[in-house]
Nanobody, 119 residues
Framework: QVQLVESGGGLVQPGGSLRLSCVGSGFKFDNFSMSWVRQAPGKAQERISTIDKTARATFYHPSVKGRFTISRDNAKNTLYLQLTSLKSEDTGMYYC????????????WGQGTQVTVSS
């Protein structure tokens, strides 16, 4: 079955950086676009970033554009999200997503990794 396992979250001070990773298994990783979705307390879920299967096309939510970078290593079945210049409003649970037929459809979710930005 499809499995997505995230890692790399933690507590970081404002202005700091983190690198999230997500290892996929149970499906042909390089056949699917992948996304990161953030769920912050009391806020609606946000699709933060998406990368297509060949890594030629990407999407960033306006709130993270210029600060976050999505990438993937298809040989390692791994998706990454580099977070820099972190702000308190970046706090939330970050989920790795296997996209469906469109970038707005979600076929599978990981268990999430918590990012907390606080001094």
């Amino acid at each position: 079955q499809v499995q997505l396992v995230e890692s790399g979250g933690g507590l970081v001070q404002p202005g700091g950086s983190l690198r999230l990773s997500c290892v996929g298994s149970g499906f042909k990783f390089d056949n699917f676009s992948m996304s990161w979705v953030r769920q912050a307390p009391g806020k609606a879920q946000e699709r933060i970033s998406t990368i297509d299967k060949t890594a030629r096309a990407t999407f960033y939510h306006p709130s993270v554009k210029g600060r976050f970078t999505i990438s993937r290593d298809n040989a390692k079945n791994t998706l990454y999200l580099q977070l820099t210049s972190l702000k308190s409003e970046d706090t939330g649970m970050y989920y790795c997503i296997k996209n469906g037929r469109t970038w707005q459809t979600y076929d599978a979710w990981g268990q999430g990794t918590q990012v907390t930005v606080s001094s």
